[in-house]
């Protein structure tokens, strides 16, 4: 099932191979705008990946225990999801630098590529072989073992386009795995839509379009963050029909006038109330000034959803953004 992530963001590729030449050479053969590492040195490569930040493990878990006292004779602990530290990802400056696949020549001095795969500390980084004729099978076996997740012959000619395929898709493959436990847990809530796959293929257009690099689950309202490899933010508002029910109630109590109403029934705009953690202000004071052109869409369900350009709301003045990143990470590489 095809799925819109919780939070995904470009990441940082390591290539290994003792044969620096073949390095240097592979590297203007890349997908350009990839971030990459090169290392011709197992062990080198080795310490580097395992030091790298590991998305959706932040210093503020996602998950975390609390004591449920909604029973006054009982208190029970549960695991509680804090959307609000999915979204805040976008303010860790270290983000792009995440090795979320590495890609491994088998034959290297020191450890060779499959002691290499074996030694990553962090089970979610996937593993590219590269592999000659001579140790194709042990390539085989290893994939079989689940040690790695692609083998490429080197002597194809196709193996420069097999290698960036196999990157795009182990990069997405990667963020599958660590937002696994998220969707799983939202499966419920009023975040089904991540799943709803005529909504998914209408986001990815929208990610096209507008170039979006990363994006992030936000709330209130509920929807996406996202942004472009500049840094330039949207967000992006969706709506079911049970949210608007919930969004007209407590507009009702505010006293918001008919007008108000009369706008959100009609499926053309939507509220982004920033400055009321999404709550209608009291006596709907000034609301068309929150209103944004929206657009209705059929998919498991019917959805209203709204994209806002440089959203109000959120300070990201000081997000770096991955032309920046890449900027850096060029000139960084440079020293070495």
């Known amino acids: 099932m095809d799925t819109i992530k919780p939070f995904y963001f470009p990441t940082t590729v390591t290539f290994v191979d003792d044969n620096s030449a073949f390095l240097s050479n592979l590297c203007l053969q890349l997908e350009p705008n990839l971030a990459f590492r090169l290392f011709n040195s197992s062990r080198e490569a080795l310490r580097f990946?395992?030091?790298?930040?590991?998305?959706?493990?932040?210093?503020?878990?996602?998950?975390?225990?609390?004591?449920?006292?909604?029973?006054?004779?009982?208190?029970?602990?549960?695991?509680?999801?804090?959307?609000?530290?999915?979204?805040?990802?976008?303010?860790?400056?270290?983000?792009?630098?995440a090795a979320s696949v590495v890609v491994v020549d088998y034959d290297m001095p020191g450890l060779n590529?499959?002691?290499?795969?074996?030694?990553?500390?962090?089970?979610?980084?996937?593993?590219?072989?590269?592999?000659?004729?001579?140790?194709?099978?042990?390539?085989?076996?290893s994939f079989n073992e689940g040690i790695i997740h692609r083998f490429i012959r080197k002597q194809d000619a196709s193996a420069i386009s097999a290698l960036n395929r196999a990157?795009?898709?182990?990069?997405?493959?990667?963020?599958?795995?660590?937002?696994?436990?998220?969707?799983?847990?939202?499966?419920?809530?009023?975040?089904?839509?991540?799943?709803?796959?005529?909504?998914?293929?209408?986001?990815?257009?929208?990610?096209?379009?507008?170039?979006?690099?990363?994006?992030?689950?936000?709330?209130s309202p509920n929807g996406l963050l996202m942004l472009d490899s500049t840094g330039k933010s949207y967000l992006l508002i969706v709506h079911t029909n049970e949210t608007l029910r919930g969004l007209r109630e407590i507009a009702s109590v505010q006293g918001a006038p008919a007008s108000f109403f009369d706008?959100?029934?009609?499926?053309g705009s939507l509220?982004?109330?920033?400055?009321?953690?999404?709550?209608?202000?009291?006596?709907?004071?000034?609301?068309?000034?929150?209103?944004?052109?929206?657009?209705?869409?059929?998919?498991?369900?019917?959805?209203?959803?709204?994209?806002?350009?440089?959203?109000?709301?959120?300070?990201?003045?000081?997000?770096?953004?991955?032309d920046r990143y890449l900027e850096w990470l060029d000139r960084d590489m440079q020293k070495t």
């Open 49 to 97: 990946v395992n030091e790298r930040p590991r998305p959706g493990a932040p210093r503020d878990q996602i998950f975390a225990p609390y004591r449920d006292r909604t029973d006054e004779d009982e208190a029970q602990q549960v695991i509680a999801m804090s959307v609000d530290t999915v979204r805040n990802q976008v303010f860790d400056n270290d983000r792009f630098q």
């Open 113 to 141: 590529g499959l002691e290499f795969c074996r030694h990553i500390a962090d089970p979610a980084v996937r593993k590219i072989m590269l592999t000659g004729k001579a140790n194709e099978h042990i390539a085989v076996e």
């Open 167 to 219: 990157v795009r898709d182990m990069q997405q493959a990667y963020f599958d795995n660590r937002c696994r436990s998220i969707l799983d847990t939202l499966v419920t809530s009023e975040y089904t839509f991540l799943r709803d796959e005529a909504l998914v293929a209408r986001v990815r257009e929208l990610f096209d379009s507008l170039g979006i690099v990363e994006h992030y689950l936000s709330y």
């Open 263 to 267: 706008a959100l029934d009609s499926g």
């Open 271 to 322: 509220p982004h109330f920033w400055q009321t953690s999404g709550y209608c202000p009291a006596d709907g004071i000034a609301w068309e000034s929150y209103m944004h052109p929206a657009t209705r869409f059929t998919g498991q369900q019917t959805y209203v959803y709204a994209v806002i350009p440089n959203p109000p709301g959120f300070d990201l003045s000081h997000v770096l953004s991955y």
